[in-house]
């Protein structure tokens, strides 16, 4: 095994273009997450659409109150222009809803303990998710700032295959 930080070359990109923030080719990196019982959170941001359930991220049932949550660090501060949230291959056990929170926070770490002491704005409120789907978010988004991190929240619990955030990145130095 190989453990390392990705660098993108950022000046591939132009200023102002679009791109998969959250891409682990773009440094995206998974920092939290509520639960990983049957798969790691950094499958999310995996490249291309998930080959089986095994190559998402998958949470056991929740017996008790509350919700799941992964926590992505962005590749780079930007401006989340489109969503999407596939649940391909999750029929039985994709979660019934979801919402997307954002910070700015790109001067500190977020992780598994410190989320909590981070001010969050909602950008999806809770929408209903279908099974084996890639379910795109563009116009629902509310306004967009800024964001160094994002937060996928799921109701109550299940699967997700990908997690995608296209968004203009501020600078490509």
């Known amino acids: ?3 390392v930080t990705v660098v993108p070359d950022w000046s591939k990109y132009k200023k102002g273009q679009v791109i998969d923030l959250t891409a682990v080719e773009n440094g995206g990196l998974a920092v939290a ?3 990983m019982f049957f798969s790691p959170m ?5 490249p291309d659409r998930a080959v089986s359930m095994g190559d998402g991220w998958e949470t056991r049932r929740r017996r008790g109150p509350g919700h799941d949550w992964v926590i992505v660090k962005l590749g780079r501060v ?3 222009k489109k969503i999407e949230v596939d649940t391909h291959h999750f029929k039985g056990n994709y979660p019934d809803q979801c919402s997307i929170d954002i910070c700015h926070e790109p001067n500190h770490s977020v992780d598994a303990l410190t989320w909590p002491d981070i001010s969050w704005t909602e950008i999806l409120p809770r929408t ?9 978010f563009q ?3 509310n306004t967009v700032r800024n964001a160094s991190h994002i937060r996928l929240n799921i ?3 299940g699967g997700v295959s990908r997690f995608r955030v296209w968004g203009k990145m501020l600078s490509n130095d």
């Open 155 to 157: 109701y109550p619990d």
């Open 78 to 80: 930007g401006s989340i």
């Open 33 to 35: 997450a509520s639960d």
């Open 139 to 141: 116009g629902e988004l």
């Open 128 to 136: 209903k998710l279908k099974a084996d789907t890639r379910h795109f």
């Open 1 to 3: 095994r190989l453990y």
């Open 42 to 46: 950094n499958n999310l941001i995996m």
